[in-house]
């Protein structure tokens, strides 16, 4: 294996320059899937890569659970610094674990909660719900009839808009519940708690997931001006959603609505759009591809190596 078994660890940073530039050159839906798919992909080579580093770094110690042949000097020359490599794997496993399950459970947590504050509504897909607070967002959950999921707005965000305004709100947020956008974001958010360097990607995929959302609002109203109205009202007082892995109509404070909205304001973008190679947006996307790439390939070489090691060196 040697030192290509650290590569799945960094090679997340190639990722990185298509963040931004994908939000912007690309379709919303095709940089929501490519940036979630990126994400989850690097995630799990450069957590296989930890598992690799933890099994032959602490095979020597005393009193592991793995075969005493395991602690072979053969097994353990494949990694270099093997023992500090490998305390240090299985610390960060640890971490990794502790910080997917608090994430997941938060977001699970949320969602009953919010089920929970609906009980006694009326059923159907929209639920409004009487606070003084401005929000709107989408509630992924089944519901009687076979939606999706349901729309959660608040009294005080329908008086801030008209009716076309409401319209609007109500079509973007259920291109949320049609699109599934919580896992994704959801599965951007695991990714990043399993590799830092993938922490940027989770602002692209929100901003990108808003985007497909407004898009998809502005073909079923037929009304970009009105959505782009909107959402430029609903960012002034909207206080945002109840967690990051649910899609809302709009953040608090400037963030990606100036954009969100002068995307609005410009023709609807190509359904596919792929940008070519010798561009800057086209030159990133290949890097992230080749990076993802490089990142499997070093992951499985790493995993293989090992395994025909431990096949010579014991009984295995």
Same mark, same amino acid.
């Given at each position: 294996?040697?030192?290509?078994?650290? &590569?799945?660890?960094?090679?997340?940073?190639?990722?990185?320059?298509?963040?931004?530039?994908?939000?912007?050159?690309?379709?919303?839906?095709?940089?929501?899937?490519?940036? +979630?798919?990126? $994400?989850?992909?690097? @995630?799990?080579?450069?957590?296989?890569? &930890?598992?690799?580093?933890?099994?032959?770094?602490?095979?020597?110690?005393?009193?592991?659970?793995?075969?005493? =042949?395991?602690?072979?000097?053969?097994?353990?020359?494949?990694?270099?610094?093997?023992?500090? /490599?490998?305390?240090?794997?299985?610390? =960060?496993?640890?971490?990794?674990?502790?910080?997917? /399950?608090?994430?997941?459970?938060?977001?699970?947590?949320?969602?009953?909660?919010?089920?929970?504050?609906?009980?006694?509504?009326?059923?159907?897909?929209?639920? %409004?719900?009487?606070?003084?607070?401005?929000?709107?967002?989408?509630?992924?959950? #089944?519901?009687?009839?076979?939606?999706?999921?349901? %729309?959660?707005?608040?009294?005080?965000?329908?008086?801030?808009?008209?009716?076309?305004?409401?319209?609007?709100? *109500?079509?973007?947020?259920?291109?949320?519940?049609?699109?599934?956008?919580?896992?994704?974001?959801?599965?951007? #958010?695991?990714?990043?708690?399993?590799?830092?360097?993938?922490?940027?990607?989770? !602002?692209?995929?929100?901003?990108?997931?808003?985007?497909?959302?407004?898009?998809?609002?502005?073909?079923?109203?037929?009304?970009?001006?009105?959505? @782009?109205? /909107? *959402?430029?009202?609903?960012?002034?007082? +909207?206080?945002?959603? !109840?967690?990051?892995?649910?899609?809302?109509?709009?953040?608090?404070?400037?963030?990606?609505?100036?954009?969100?909205?002068?995307?609005?304001?410009?023709?609807?973008? !190509?359904? %596919? #759009?792929? !940008?070519?190679?010798?561009?800057?947006?086209?030159?990133?996307?290949?890097?992230?591809?080749?990076?993802? *790439?490089?990142?499997?390939?070093?992951? /499985?070489? $790493?995993? *293989?190596?090992? %395994?025909?090691?431990?096949?010579?060196?014991?009984?295995?």
């Amino acid at each position: 294996m040697g030192v290509f078994v650290f &590569l799945p660890l960094v090679l997340p940073l190639t990722a990185l320059p298509v963040a931004r530039l994908a939000a912007t050159h690309l379709h919303p839906r095709v940089a929501t899937c490519l940036l +979630s798919a990126l $994400a989850c992909a690097l @995630a799990v080579c450069s957590t296989l890569c &930890l598992v690799l580093l933890g099994v032959v770094g602490t095979a020597q110690l005393p009193g592991n659970p793995l075969p005493d =042949a395991w602690s072979d000097p053969e097994v353990r020359k494949a990694v270099p610094y093997d023992e500090v /490599a490998g305390r240090a794997a299985m610390a =960060a496993l640890g971490v990794i674990a502790v910080g997917c /399950a608090v994430a997941a459970g938060r977001h699970r947590l949320v969602r009953r909660r919010a089920h929970r504050a609906l009980a006694g509504l009326p059923d159907g897909e929209l639920a %409004v719900l009487r606070d003084r607070a401005p929000y709107a967002y989408a509630l992924p959950g #089944r519901v009687p009839g076979g939606g999706a999921g349901r %729309v959660v707005v608040s009294t005080a965000m329908l008086a801030c808009l008209d009716d076309q305004e409401r319209d609007a709100l *109500i079509a973007h947020e259920h291109a949320h519940l049609r699109g599934r956008h919580h896992r994704f974001l959801l599965a951007v #958010r695991l990714a990043a708690r399993a590799n830092p360097l993938l922490r940027p990607l989770c !602002p692209a995929v929100a901003y990108a997931a808003e985007r497909w959302a407004d898009e998809e609002a502005a073909r079923v109203t037929g009304r970009r001006t009105v959505v @782009a109205r /909107a *959402i430029g009202k609903a960012a002034l007082v +909207s206080r945002g959603t !109840p967690t990051p892995t649910l899609a809302g109509f709009a953040a608090p404070g400037p963030g990606p609505v100036p954009r969100r909205v002068a995307a609005l304001l410009e023709p609807e973008p !190509p359904a %596919v #759009r792929w !940008p070519p190679v010798f561009t800057a947006v086209g030159l990133a996307v290949w890097a992230a591809a080749a990076g993802t *790439i490089g990142s499997a390939l070093a992951s /499985a070489n $790493a995993t *293989i190596t090992l %395994v025909l090691v431990l096949q010579a060196a014991t009984t295995l």
